[in-house]
């Protein structure tokens, strides 16, 4: 018996399995995937080339704080495509450039952050103050 762990030609993680040899292993990977051996875990790994490797993190803050008149907020280094939610709504799409939210009224809200993949989503808090 061997724990397996088969990916999609993409590299994300597929589905862990234990399975009787190499052989069933062939046979359950994704057409145009693959599997390796051990269990990981999808949300933090991917598959890159048949190697496993850490699903890359945006480079975030936990909490930002924004003052109501100057209530524009820039996120310049997250990838292009991410899209971006906050007060369950939409908020914009990442461009080359980043994407810039602004805020209506003062409050704390919580930014979903959903890159494209391999990027792990991610999940600041704002608080907007008034002045």
């Given amino acids: 018996m061997i724990g397996v ?17 190499e052989a069933e292993a062939d046979m359950n990977s994704p057409e145009g995937g693959g599997w390796t051996e051990g269990h990981h875990d999808a949300e933090t790994k991917w598959v890159d080339g048949g190697e496993i490797k850490d699903r890359p993190e945006l480079d975030l803050p936990d ?13 310049p280094a997250i990838p292009e495509e ?10 914009g799409v990442a ?10 009224e003062a409050g704390k809200w919580e930014i979903y952050f959903d890159p494209p993949f391999p990027y792990q989503p991610a999940i600041i808090e704002a608080e907007v103050e008034d002045d």
């Fill in 5 to 21: 762990t088969t990916y999609h030609q993409t590299g994300r993680i597929h589905q862990r399995m234990v399975l009787l040899n």
């Fill in 82 to 91: 991410t899209v971006v939610r906050y007060d369950k709504m939409e908020a």
């Fill in 63 to 75: 909490h930002i704080v924004v003052n109501l008149s100057d209530n524009e907020v820039e996120f």
């Fill in 95 to 104: 461009d080359e450039e980043g994407i810039t939210l602004s805020f209506d």
